[in-house]
């Protein structure tokens, strides 16, 4: 009995701590597209080339984060509830063949949870990577220029 106490508790911690940085991810995601909107408004930011290729990059990939951020909320939900039921109808003495149909649905929808959550933080990752390739290209002459002051 002690050992199901520990894995219903430490299965709740890592719920816990999926649900923690979910929110964290997708409050940067959606600030992070902000933040590099906000340079479309900036007149001294013009990068040329294959950097301007790499800011329109950020943009889609940021937005495509945010998206898939969604994705995972909603998929965690209906996971949710789909686990809610199984446990339900196993409590309610239902066939072994609905029980199974809902438990290959939970099972399913986590997984689609964990490939939203590591598409979003890909995505997130290149949207970043890019944004500061392009960023660097505009802004590193003048960087450097200062620092030789």
Do not use: H
């Not at 800011?55 to 898939?68: D, E, P, R, T, W």
Request: aromatic fraction near 12%; charged fraction near 10%; hydrophobic fraction near 50%.
């Amino acid at each position: 009995m002690e050992l199901d106490d520990r894995f219903v508790r430490w299965q709740g911690q890592a719920i816990t701590q999926l649900s923690f940085t979910v929110n964290l991810f997708a409050g940067f995601s959606v600030g992070a597209l902000a933040y590099v909107l906000s340079y479309l408004r900036e007149p001294t930011f013009t990068p040329q080339g294959c950097y301007a290729i790499l800011y329109i990059a950020s943009l889609v990939l940021l937005l495509v984060s945010v998206v898939l951020a969604v994705g995972m909320v909603i998929s965690r939900v209906i996971d949710f509830r789909a686990t809610a039921q199984v446990v339900r109808s196993r409590q309610e003495s239902a066939t072994p063949q609905a029980i199974a149909e809902l438990s290959n649905t939970a099972n399913l929808l986590g997984k689609a949870t964990w490939r939203f959550f590591w598409g979003m933080l890909g995505t997130f990752g290149l949207g970043i990577a890019t944004f500061t390739a392009s960023l660097v290209s505009v802004y590193a002459s003048r960087i450097l220029q200062g620092a030789a002051l």
